[in-house]
């Protein structure tokens, strides 16, 4: 990695860190947390800040507030639940500037944590406002963003408050989950072992056509699913029913194919259509890539989910980005979950999962824990396959 790390950081004891993590988890009615996975991700980070006897600022978004305060979207529910993992005391600002934030972090003592308001209540975050930044940055001496979920916003305390840091001496380094993404995801993309297989599903083409023309490049193999799939099909002639189309993207996906001739550039040879996509229809295989009138696709069939596990399971590199069907609902899951099988099954391959709805489908499937990294970004990892660079990340230091 080119980036400063955690481990490149020395003499930190008593030194004030701003961490920027991503704890946009969801909450109940009560304002419980129900889905600690990213809370529990940052673990690392602050253990290693807490040993290192440094003084740890946290701060987050949680939500869309809009430059809102909305106790609802309050993240001091996260406080107590971090609190409660890591078996001590997590103090909370309920703000995240001002001179009451500013008093709390000077009476701070080497390997405390205090956990800013979110950073979202103020309309300043989004759009990277420098003298917002300035005074999120205030005192501190050290910037460490583990917040790979929202690296690719350049917002004020991603990249704005990391800039000021620097420009004051400071370093901006990666927390360690921001460093295993970059690792993964960056491996895969400059020095993949080969086979390299890339799936890729979800609703729309138009979210993927810069990750396809830049794993054109680089793949051995990409295996198409989900509800893109039926624009791919309109596009080459075949039949989509009342299947969910991008109709103002068909130009965009015949170029697509086109530039995919002579590549192992795979769409569905069979579907699972329904007569809706909701629980209880009535459902069958197509006899082939068309989808017959009055139907829609839901899933891909049992040829291509037969053609996909062989093709995964000669891979030494997979990258999963985007279910293959409505994996919601149990009817429709057979194809994803069946993907997720072959991709935990290859033990030989080094497999990321891209976030977001492919995070969620391989943990329904049950194979989250036998798969060799799950990323946290789901929008973050997308634009990484795309080639981008992320503000968040273009912001750290660079190691010399």
Known sequence: MTKLSLNDLKDIRGKTVLCRVDYNVPLDE?????????????????????????????????????????????????????????????????????????AMVAAMQPGQILLLENVRFYAEEEKNDRAFAEKLAKSMDLYVNDAFGSAHRAHASTHAAAEIIKKRGGKAAAGFLMEKELTYLGGALSNPARPFVCILGGAKVSDKIAVIENLLKIADAILIGGAMAYTFSKAQGFGIGKSLVENDKLDLAKDLLTKAQGKRFMLPLDHLQATEPKAGATTRITDGPSIEDGWCGVDIGTQTIERYRKEIAGAK????????????????????????????????????????????AVKKAGYDKQVTFVSTGGGASLEFLEGKELPGVAALSDRT
């Open 317 to 360: 590199t997979i990258v999963w980005n985007g279910p293959m069907g409505i994996f919601e609902i149990p009817e429709f899951s057979k194809g994803t979950f069946e993907v997720a099988k072959a991709v935990a099954e290859n033990k030989s391959a080094t497999s990321i999962i891209g976030g977001g709805d492919s995070a969620k």
């Open 30 to 102: 009560k304002g419980a947390v129900t889905d600690d996975k990213r809370i529990k991700a940052t673990v690392p980070t602050l253990d290693f800040l807490v040993k290192a006897g440094a003084k740890i600022v946290l701060c987050s978004h949680l939500g869309r507030p809009k430059g809102k305060r909305d106790p609802k979207q309050s993240l001091r529910p996260c406080a107590a639940r971090l609190a409660e993992i890591l078996g001590g005391t997590v103090n909370f600002a309920d703000d995240c500037i001002g001179d009451k934030v500013e």
